[in-house]
């Protein structure tokens, strides 16, 4: 596609419920990162995946928290057991490399934990 | 420890007039500093890259300038309009392939 799809758009949960959301990347796009973004509030580093190296999984909160990419190609990030604090939105980003080149963000996930 | 701060955190208007918003950062190794725009409900979309031997850019209304002896970068919009009210984010690419995003600045016009 021309840009990075995320899906769903929104998502309601029952606390304790597990979720995946999923991240299409721009076609081409080695570098893929997942953030997420509390109401009101800056955007928060999760994972970042960069072509078949080892994903750096330093920014994910706890261990309910997970990633997966198949290549260069489709994530899901899956949080287990939710809580309402991780109520947000979860915005995936792609950019073509590591070295600095623009990531392009995808219009998000907004998750919400009742 | 790399950081992005950024002021005012929320500004408000008038139609029309100039604002200039201000990023502080301490990130090492440095590759660029790009200002990003988001929408409420949307996702960032990038105004600006600044590079470490440029100190001003300019994108329409837009205008950037970058000092990096100091790690200072300011945002100046120019004749503001109604569709600049978002949040404005200043966002450094670290070499280390890092992306640190500041807080943002939360930008109102009003008519």
């Known amino acids: 596609g021309a840009g990075v799809s995320q899906s769903p758009s929104n998502k309601v949960t029952e606390k304790g419920k597990d979720v995946e959301l999923r991240c299409d990347p721009i076609s081409g796009h080695t570098a893929l990162y997942w953030y997420r973004q509390r109401l009101g509030q800056g955007l928060e580093f999760l994972i970042y995946?960069?072509?078949?190296?080892?994903?750096?999984k330093s920014g994910l909160p706890s261990d309910r928290f997970s990633a997966e990419r198949t290549g260069e190609s489709v994530s899901t990030l899956t949080i287990q057991r939710t809580q309402q604090e991780d109520s947000a939105v979860y915005l995936c980003?792609?950019?073509?490399?590591?070295?600095?080149?623009?990531?392009?963000f995808g219009q998000g996930t907004r998750l919400t934990v009742v | 420890k790399n950081q992005v701060e950024q002021s005012p955190q929320s500004l408000i208007i008038l139609e029309g007039k100039n604002c200039t918003l201000q990023?502080?950062?301490?990130?090492?190794?440095?590759?660029?500093l790009r200002w990003y725009k988001q929408d409420t409900g949307r996702g960032p979309v990038s105004l600006t890259i600044?590079?470490?031997?440029?100190n001003t850019k300019s994108n329409g209304r837009y205008t950037a300038t970058l000092d990096a002896d100091t790690k200072q970068s300011s945002l100046h919009i120019t004749a503001s309009q109604l569709s600049d009210s978002a949040s404005y984010i200043c966002?450094?690419?670290?070499?280390?392939?890092?992306?640190?995003f500041g807080s943002g600045t939360r930008l109102s016009i009003r008519p």
């Open positions: 995946f960069q072509g078949n190296s080892a994903p750096d």
């Open positions: 600044m590079t470490f031997s440029e």
């Open positions: 966002v450094v690419y670290s070499s280390a392939s890092k992306i640190i």
């Open positions: 980003a792609s950019s073509t490399s590591w070295t600095g080149t623009e990531a392009f």
């Open positions: 990023c502080n950062y301490t990130v090492s190794p440095f590759s660029n």
